[in-house]
């Protein structure tokens, strides 16, 4: 499938949404949360992309019903987890120009600071959010590299080290999924 790709730069759009949402989730999802239960099963696929459930449950807040929705551009795919009707957690696989750097590529998702790396900076995390660049995944016509991200927005949970760890295995799911495989044909 040949698919078009725009060029990658900066999008005012999402980042200022992220933004958005970042100050305003805590606020409304905060009150009471210690007292809720969650009422609704854990995936262990977002959007055809396998997740650790046990790592992705204390981002996510407690509620009665969780749904998850794809939004599928040209370019890239967001992955909506939304609980009771607020967006819990994003994921997104996001093709961009080869040759940047995940932290370069993260600015275009978030203003917040996100300072922590592994793997010489392949993955950029924080106690609520973490972005990585995929190995191998290259759309030769257009020379754009996959990277992925994960985004707890409505989560009062904050926890670097869980965070690491669902963007590396994340990550190494989207490098096995057709996702990928269509940038290398």
């Given at each position: 499938?040949?698919r078009?790709?725009?060029?990658p ?6 980042a200022?949404?992220?933004v ?13 949360a210690?007292e809720e ?56 696989q996001d093709?961009?120009q080869?040759?940047?750097?995940t932290?370069?590529f ?6 917040e600071?996100?300072?922590?790396t592994?793997?010489?900076g392949?993955?950029v995390?924080?106690?609520?959010q ?11 016509k ?5 990277y992925?991200?994960i ?5 009062d949970?904050?926890d670097a ?25």
């Amino acid at each position: 499938m040949t698919r078009r790709r725009p060029v990658p730069g900066p999008r005012s759009g999402p980042a200022f949404a992220a933004v958005v949402l970042a100050v305003l989730a805590p606020a409304v999802t905060g009150c009471g949360a210690d007292e809720e239960s969650r009422d609704y099963s854990v995936p262990d696929t977002l959007c055809g992309i396998r997740v650790d459930a046990e790592e992705l449950t204390p981002f996510l807040p407690p509620g009665k019903k969780l749904s998850v929705e794809p939004e599928v551009n040209p370019a890239s795919t967001w992955c909506d987890v939304s609980v009771d009707g607020k967006l819990a957690v994003r994921t997104v696989q996001d093709w961009w120009q080869g040759g940047a750097d995940t932290a370069y590529f993260l600015r275009s998702q978030t203003l917040e600071p996100v300072e922590e790396t592994a793997d010489d900076g392949r993955y950029v995390y924080s106690d609520w959010q973490a972005f990585g660049k995929t190995e191998d995944c290259v759309d030769e016509k257009y020379g754009h590299e996959l990277y992925t991200g994960i985004q707890a927005y409505g989560s009062d949970h904050r926890d670097a080290d869980a965070m690491k760890r669902l963007i590396v295995s994340f990550t190494k799911e989207v490098e096995k999924s057709d996702e990928c495989d269509e940038g290398t044909s």
